[in-house]
């Protein structure tokens, strides 16, 4: 059973993301993973790591409880 982070996350993701017109290729540059790495987070298929997720969010310039809640 997925948590309820778990299920937030990539609808955050995206949602951030869209906000500030970037794409997944773009996003996955910035944090320095391939596009369909990032691609399998935004669609829930793939856990980040905490590691990851504080690259994410430093790149989108949030905090982590905008990704996670």
Do not use: C, F, W
């Amino acid at each position: 059973m997925k948590s309820r982070a778990s299920k937030a996350i990539p609808y955050n993701l995206r949602k951030i993301r869209d906000k500030r017109n970037l794409t997944q290729k773009q996003m996955a540059n910035l944090i320095k993973i391939t596009e369909s790495a990032y691609a399998k987070i935004e669609r829930g298929e793939r856990v980040p790591s905490i590691h990851t997720l504080e690259k994410i969010s430093d790149a989108l310039g949030v905090k982590l409880d905008d990704i996670a809640s």
